[in-house]
């Protein structure tokens, strides 16, 4: 069975964000997670790992004794199944009112202006009128 982007929590969100830096032990990531983690945060983050871990998020490395985790999945990736799953579940997968509403309910700098026409530019060619 295929693991959803829903699947992922909050607090599995968190960890995550913590790998997204590079590969960590339990007790690196919960001071990022719990600053200054107690025994009993140490304890949530192991159970964390040991979820998102069996839904293929992480992977771990056994070879010290302290075990190393690692993100096995990218925020890009892990932003575009969370959309296409929105799209499909909200656009009857259609990607067009989504990005629309993105596009249209936020303010953009001059540099993200650049960054997207650049995006559209490559993906679809210089379409504009003459």
Known sequence: MAVQPADVTAAELAV?????????????????????????????????????EAKGLVTRDTSQLA???????????????????????????????????LLTHRQYSAPERKQLRELLNELFGADSPK
């Open 16 to 52: 995550l964000h913590a790998l997204w830096n590079g590969s960590a032990t339990i007790r690196e990531i919960t001071d990022v997670v719990y600053s200054g983690g107690s025994a009993s945060e140490y304890a949530t983050v192991k159970k964390l790992l040991s979820r998102i």
């Open 67 to 101: 075990h190393r985790f690692s993100a096995a999945i990218s925020p890009d990736d892990l932003i575009a199944r969370r959309l296409q799953d929105v799209a499909e579940d909200i656009c009857d997968g259609s990607h067009t009112p989504l990005l629309m509403n």
